[in-house]
């Protein structure tokens, strides 16, 4: 008489199977949020860049070179909405504005946010204005909320919080040209010196800069942790 034996695991092979399982995903799980969470900062600051230079360049051919558009007033949310009303609002897709104390905060579709505000005395048209993305709204509410409704305050962090400039003709990262308009270098970009604010310290002035400076993206050396 032929006898048939199951086949089956035991206990203790399935509880070492499933302890594998656990470690394994314990180390991949969040290299795998933090890769997402990359490529969602990545996404949206891109398009935030390019869309908003598109928009700069349709304002200019109806309303003349930036360089000639009446600069709103130094730290004046009021000045600075009629400012973005004027030139703006038009060529640029918004789902709202919010006033700060001293700037304007708009909300766009992908649920990143910005901040804009002027902080110099003398400007010329969009010359200095300087702008704080966020990728998500929270984090620009965040920021405001720790700042006392300011969106000119400092720390941004480079993970959720990024500074860009309006010089002349266009927005860019935050000074990735020096005073003769030569992109800086990667090491000063990426590091602090006496004279230079470095993406790697506190201040993360030049992180969108490095993001820029890298193609778009954000390489194993990049000083902030995701």
């Not at 070179?65 to 730290?75: A, H, I």
């Not at 709204?137 to 000119?152: D, Q, T, V």
């Not at 970009?189 to 230079?196: A, C, H, I, M, R």
């Amino acid at each position: 008489m032929l006898i048939h034996k199951r086949l089956a695991f035991t206990l203790a092979e399935v509880l070492i199977t499933l302890g594998v399982i656990g470690i394994v995903a314990a180390l991949t799980i969040p290299v795998l949020i933090a890769n997402h969470r990359k490529q969602v900062v990545i996404t949206r600051m891109r398009k935030f860049y390019t869309t908003i230079n598109q928009a700069i360049k349709l304002s200019e051919a109806d309303n003349g070179e930036p360089v000639y558009w009446e600069p709103p007033k130094q730290l004046d949310a009021n000045s600075l909405e009629n400012f973005w009303n004027k030139y703006m609002l038009k060529y640029f897709t918004s789902k709202d504005i919010i006033k700060a104390s001293d700037g304007i905060l708009i909300l766009l579709a992908d649920g990143s946010a910005f901040g804009v505000y002027n902080p110099a005395s003398v400007v010329e048209g969009i010359d200095w204005m300087h702008i704080v993305y966020c990728v998500d709204y929270k984090s620009c509410k965040k920021h405001l909320e720790n700042n006392g409704n300011k969106i000119y305050n400092y720390p941004l962090d480079g993970k959720n919080t990024f500074l860009f400039i309006a010089r002349n003709v266009s927005v860019e990262t935050y000074y990735s040209v020096n005073n003769s308009g030569d992109i800086k270098s990667r090491d000063i970009l990426l590091n602090e010196t006496q004279n230079n604010y470095g993406c790697a310290k506190s201040y993360k002035a030049y992180c969108a800069a490095l993001i820029e400076y890298d193609g778009w993206t954000i390489q194993k050396d990049y000083p902030v942790r995701f």
